[in-house]
């Protein structure tokens, strides 16, 4: 069964920084990846999606970087703001289920 | 504006009362599903659906049941619910399903209290 890990479990970094959460996974049979943002109250907002076939995707300042064999990937944020506050959660697509990681909760000091 | 909305958003409820969380889309999405987060555990899926009438068990189906007449509601039931199905709810919906490489559109979740 897919077990996905994210490390650390919470992050408080000043602003201006730029950060990397981490996600790893057991099983490199996935079709894709996929990095969510949760605000309290609110639901999953999907931030990037990464195919298996791709080794990276970028959207703004935020990159996530895949590395299937070695079951790992990353979200880079750069130049943090404190309205980057939230849980960050990926998730990996086996074809059968979606598996989720329990999340990085990151806070922003301005 | 195109969501996925969830109700009720908060209930609280007691053992054996039978309740229905409702979940409609607007995005013509083919695919809906239901999770159940909770702490240190994560989102784990209970059912999803490919299209209507078809309907699949997720990880963790047991006290759950589900519908899908129509493609835009996916209704999650619970006949007889147990205070172990404490947890917030979130249901989604995307194009396709599992292996497509589609995104999945979340609701804002409903927080259910089993007492």
């Known amino acids: 069964k897919q077990e996905v890990t994210q490390i650390p479990a919470a992050l408080s970094v000043p602003e201006g920084e730029n950060l990397v959460l981490n996600c790893s996974f057991t099983d490199s049979a996935i079709y894709n990846l996929q990095w969510f943002r949760q605000d309290p109250g609110k639901g999953l907002t999907s931030l990037l999606l990464i195919q298996s076939s791709q080794r990276e995707q970028t959207s703004g300042r935020l990159n996530a970087s895949l590395d299937k064999s070695s079951g790992r990937s990353t979200l880079y944020i750069a130049a943090s703001q404190p309205g980057d506050s939230a849980t960050y959660l990926c998730a990996v697509d086996t074809g059968n289920q979606f598996y989720f990681g329990t999340g990085t909760s990151l806070t922003v000091i301005p | 504006e195109a969501q996925v909305t969830q109700n009720p958003r908060y209930l609280i409820t007691v053992t054996g009362k039978k309740l229905t969380v409702t979940c409609s889309q607007n995005?013509?999405?083919?695919?809906m599903s239901w999770y159940r987060q909770d702490p240190g555990l994560g989102l784990r899926q209970i059912y999803y659906s490919m299209n209507v009438e078809v309907t699949d068990k997720g990880d963790v189906p047991e006290g759950y049941k589900v519908s899908r007449k129509e493609k835009r509601n996916f209704p999650l039931i619970l006949e007889s619910p147990s205070p172990n199905q404490t947890s917030l709810y979130f249901c989604a919906s995307s194009l396709a399903g599992q292996g497509s490489s589609y995104e999945q559109y979340f609701g804002p979740g409903t927080r259910l209290t089993v007492t």
């Open positions: 995005m013509n999405h083919e695919y």
